[in-house]
């Protein structure tokens, strides 16, 4: 009986498809990550270490890059913040679904 409380054996499939997503949320958080320190290491170089008047251009042409790659990475921000948005409404409409196909009783 123990094994049909596990939903792989019981024909639910929904566990299933959390675990397979779990690695692709790893790494949306992990590039977002990266992103926003590249943002701050821009940011340092260009407040803190001054490397804009340092280096000259080629100082510039850094915190630019570094800036705009940090911009980048952190786009997945929205994408993550989507499936968030998705999933919850994906379980309000399960709620919503079980609870008007339950008979009241009287």
Do not use: F
Request: aromatic fraction near 4%; charged fraction near 15%.
């Amino acid at each position: 009986m123990a094994l049909l409380s596990r939903p792989e054996l019981n024909g639910s499939h929904d566990s299933l498809s959390s675990h397979r997503k779990q690695p692709q949320i790893i790494w949306l958080k992990l590039v977002m990550a990266l992103g926003l320190a590249l943002i701050i290491l821009g940011h340092y170089l260009w407040v803190v270490v001054k490397l804009p008047q340092t280096m000259g251009v080629s100082g510039i042409i850094l915190v630019a890059a570094l800036s705009a790659v940090g911009l980048i990475m952190s786009l997945p921000t929205k994408i993550y913040l989507t499936l968030l948005l998705m999933e919850h409404e994906r379980k309000l409409k399960e709620m919503q679904k079980a609870a008007s196909s339950t008979p009241d009783e009287n």
